[in-house]
C-alpha cells in the first residue's frame, strides 16, 4: 500500500496530472484525486497512481 496523503501530486497510468484530494483509508486501494481542468475529484486504484511530488 502507497498510502498516499491529501495534497500529494499524482500521474495516472495515461499520463493525467491530479491531487489528491483526502488521505488514503487505511487498508483501501481507493484514492480520490481531482484531476487538473476537472470540477469534480474521481475514485482511482492506487495501483493506477503514480506520486509526483508530495506537496502543492
Known sequence: MKGFKFGEK???NDGQEG???EDQEL?????????EGAEY??????ENLEKIADHI
Do not use: A, G, H, R
Not at 475529484?41 to 492506487?46: Q, R, W
Open 27 to 35: 487498508n483501501s486501494d481507493d484514492v480520490k484525486v481531482i484531476l
Open 10 to 12: 499524482v500521474k495516472t
Open 19 to 21: 491531487i489528491v484530494q
Open 41 to 46: 475529484p474521481n475514485i482511482y486504484k492506487e
